[in-house]
């Protein structure tokens, strides 16, 4: 195994997120460093922390090397890894969307996980949204980790300064209260103009799909009158803010908005919470959560059900020590703890009583049931990576027709998920 730098030295480098200590020296022996790539705001510092405290200690022989990566730009960067040259040349664990392993499991570059799923994860019990989509050609190469929905977080004390006493049942309502939260130096909402993962539920909701397929080919759908309805609602509540129209939700990163300013709403995963509170502990106990509201009082909007799998490069140089750090990672002790710190769904189905009466939890559950995930091709990955539909998003909100937008929009998005031109 090729001797890896030591989390001692790594302790310089603001990318390591995880606690530094000196290496022991014990018997002139030396620990070799376990690099995991980790997505921003997936689990807090504080969890990581004493994961890997506790993995250090129960793991003598190895050290974790945890470094934090941002999500604008991740398909390219995790692409260039598993492209390296050499054992060793990238990250021996890296954590990537649970709709985006097929696309990093073509070519062979990902480890086979398949029996360790099968003898000693349990993978029939694991949640089939992130377990199916790990699987490519029958072979489980992403383990689940957690999953997660929007829902929306909101500030109780900005409700209740409005004289608004319950979170909106419809989209009309929505609409709404969330007018009249936009004054008085006040946010109604932050909601950046090229967050896609919300279009979509809207255009869900609607009746309609961001591509559709056509026998063995996918064709854009944003031109069709329902998907057009779905962005008629974004572009009205992307109003009701300040945020960005042509940035997407990490430029800047809201929870920092959220947290530094008068921002009454928030669409995201509840586990955004954290990373709010932890710039502004004031706002501790002011949060509240509601699932995304619907067409009808009845049914919850609907929103992108997705979360996260752990994979290992087919380039580790240390096969036995990445499988030890997903087995840790999506076991039982800390898979439970990380869906109660962040307020995630589990990994496994006989989990889910670990965070029976979270609000953030209940809020997500609830939005769930109208779950759905992006077009099941391993081709999209080309969009994620070239994505025509922020594009189009910005286009709308800064004035264009959007019939004529979004047909581009879907032209492009159809050349991307059919490249050969079927």
């Known amino acids: 195994m090729r001797r ?64 934090i990566q941002q999500w604008t730009g991740i398909g390219e960067k995790v692409h260039a890894a598993l492209e390296a040259d050499g054992a060793g040349a990238g990250p ?7 709709t985006q392993v097929s696309q990093y499991a073509e070519g062979g570059r990902l480890l086979d996980l398949t029996l360790e799923s ?58 709404e209260i969330t007018e009249k939260l936009d004054s008085g130096g006040n946010q109604g909402i932050y ?36 998907a057009l309805r779905g962005m008629e609602f974004y572009r009205s509540l992307q109003a009701l803010g300040d945020g960005p129209v042509d940035a997407d939700e990490e430029t800047p990163p809201q929870a920092g908005v959220f947290a530094g300013g008068r921002v009454a709403q928030l669409v995201a995963v509840p586990g955004l919470a954290q990373a709010i509170i932890g710039q ?18 009845d049914r919850p909007g ?52 670990a965070v029976a009466g979270e609000e953030g939890a209940a809020a997500m559950a609830a939005g769930a049931a109208q779950g759905r995930a992006t077009p099941a091709t391993p081709e999209w990955g080309r969009v994620e990576a070239d994505n025509p539909i922020k594009a189009y998003m910005t286009e709308v909100l800064t004035g264009a027709d959007p019939r004529a937008a979004a047909r581009r929009a879907s032209d492009r998005l159809t050349r991307l998920l059919d490249p050969d031109g079927r």
């Not at 603001?14 to 200590?21: D, I, W």
């Not at 502004?280 to 009082?297: I, Q």
């Not at 990445?322 to 800390?334: D, F, R, S």
């Open 4 to 67: 890896r730098r030591l989390l001692a030295l790594a302790c310089v480098s603001a990318s390591v997120l995880s606690g530094c200590g000196l290496v022991p020296q014990d018997g002139g022996s030396e620990r070799h460093a376990v690099t995991v790539w980790l997505m921003k705001d997936s689990a807090s510092r504080e969890f990581l922390d004493r994961f890997t405290e506790e993995f250090e200690r129960t793991h003598p022989g190895l050290e974790l090397d945890i470094r």
């Open 92 to 98: 021996d664990v890296i954590e990537v969307g649970n």
């Open 118 to 175: 099968m003898r000693d994860w349990g993978i029939r019990d694991w949640l089939p949204g992130l377990a199916e989509p790990g699987e490519y050609l029958s072979q489980q190469f992403g383990i689940p980790w957690y999953a997660a929905s929007r829902v929306v977080i909101y500030r109780k004390d900005l409700f209740a300064q409005a004289g608004i006493t319950e979170p909106p049942a419809t989209r009309e309502e929505w609409l």
């Open 191 to 226: 909601l950046a103009g090229q967050d896609w993962y919300t279009l979509a539920g809207f255009v869900w909701d609607e009746g309609g799909d961001l591509a559709a397929q056509r026998g063995a080919a996918w064709e854009g759908a944003l031109h069709t009158p329902a």
């Open 280 to 297: 502004n502990p004031g706002l501790k106990d002011r949060l509240g959560f509601f699932p995304v509201p619907g067409k009808s009082a």
């Open 302 to 353: 609907a929103v992108f059900t997705g979360g996260s799998d752990l994979v290992i490069p087919r380039n580790t140089d240390d096969r036995e020590a990445a499988v030890a750090v997903i087995e840790a990672l999506t076991g039982e002790k800390w898979n439970t703890e990380l869906a109660r710190t962040m307020n995630y769904v589990p990994n496994k189905k006989s989990l889910a009583g």
